[in-house]
């Protein structure tokens, strides 16, 4: 299994490393078609490998006329199997931070929760890799109350720390009557906001989490942003009445998530490559949306 693990680690490596030299080819065969359009002579410097580089174009097609980059790669195989997530903590959790993530292990469907133990990161990751996980969720906390939460997807990343605040559990509602029991049925997702770049990839990270729902599903996922603070919530619904007429029942865990860093590794990889930062002094800033409008 570690041989395995090198060899794909070296692979992804080698594709990662070839990027540059498809992002110059795209560029020479990008002013080729430009100059074919225009109806201009064909630059200087790409006269001797012209010939080549239009055969290249004829073969193109939509899939390959754009080079892909590693972050495309990442969750190319997502929809080929569902997600197989491992919830974790910190080392010694406290009560409440147990409960967070025994009821997380409700809204994350295919998930297995485990005890931290006095395993290290590494081990966790390579538990996941053998066991073929396909994402790693860490809970943390400070003094009893989650405060941290960082979702790595394996083998090869990327990895989203995000801050938690104002969760609200379950068990801390008082109505349990009224919330019922939580459904295990694939849920319908709603993602609101996230139109920027870094918003679109903020929302493939968490929509990848899901397995695809029957469309009968009753339960519903909502991460809805605003001024880059997620808001999660939990509904069920059923039809009452008529066909318009719909009763929505939360039934928790609700809290909000701060994207703060994005990274291009797995969370035991120290030296991978930060996607992208929270820049200091963000909290002064109310103009500039780094999720959505």
Not at 145 to 163: E, R
Not at 204 to 217: A, N, Q, R, Y
Not at 243 to 254: A, T
Request: charged content about 30%; aromatic content about 8%.
């Amino acid at each position: 299994m570690l041989r395995r693990n090198v060899r794909l680690r070296r692979e992804y490596l080698y594709r990662k490393s070839l990027e540059g030299k498809e992002r110059l080819l795209y560029e020479k065969k990008r002013k080729i078609k430009q100059a074919l359009e225009e109806g201009k002579p064909i630059p200087t410097e790409l006269r001797n490998e012209d010939a080549a580089l239009r055969q290249e174009i004829d073969l193109e097609d939509e899939r390959t006329a754009v080079p892909r980059s590693t972050i495309d790669d990442e969750y190319a195989n997502a929809t080929e199997r569902d997600p197989k997530i491992l919830l974790t903590t910190s080392h010694d959790p406290s009560a409440p931070l147990k409960q967070f993530v025994k009821e997380l292990k409700f809204v994350f469907p295919n998930s297995q929760r485990m005890n931290r133990g006095g395993q290290v990161i590494s081990e966790i990751v390579e538990t996941c890799r053998s066991h073929d996980f396909t994402d790693l969720i860490l809970v943390h906390e400070h003094r009893g109350v989650p405060d941290n939460i960082i979702i790595s997807h394996l083998p090869y990343g990327p990895t989203a720390y995000f801050q938690i605040l104002n969760v609200v559990t379950r068990h801390d509602n008082k109505d349990k009557k009224e919330m019922g029991t939580v459904s295990e049925a694939y849920p319908h997702l709603i993602l609101n906001n996230f139109s920027t770049k870094m918003g679109e990839r903020t929302a493939t990270i968490l929509k990848h989490l899901f397995p695809v729902p029957k469309p009968d599903s009753k339960r519903i996922i909502t991460f809805a942003n605003q001024s880059d603070y997620i808001s999660f919530r939990h509904h069920v619904y059923r039809q009452s009445g008529g066909p318009k007429s719909i009763d929505l029942k939360e039934v928790g865990p609700r809290f909000e998530l701060r994207l703060y860093q994005v990274k291009l590794g797995t969370v035991d990889q120290l030296e991978a490559q930060n996607e992208w930062v929270l820049p200091s002094f963000m909290n002064t800033s109310k103009k500039q949306k780094i999720l959505g409008e």
